[in-house]
């Protein structure tokens, strides 16, 4: 049987929260979002990736455009 695919993230490696705003500098998630992500299913975590480059812009903060490889 083949492994099962790797969960989708937005995490680029760059794991440090804003302290002003609460976000990762990197991916643009929050502390509670990050240790949830395991958790949610893949549609929430669509969901949630849909928005991060938008709420980073809101927070001042300048996304990637994609996730560095793992």
């Known amino acids: 049987m083949p492994p099962a695919p790797k969960p989708s993230s937005p995490c680029t490696k760059v794991c440090v929260l804003d302290a002003a705003t609460g976000l990762c500098c990197g991916c643009g998630r929050t502390r509670d979002e990050i240790a949830a992500w395991g958790a949610l299913s893949e549609d929430r975590r669509r ?24």
């Open 47 to 70: 969901a949630v990736m849909a928005g991060l480059g938008a709420r980073m812009r809101a927070a001042g903060l300048t996304p990637l455009e994609a996730p560095l490889p793992s």
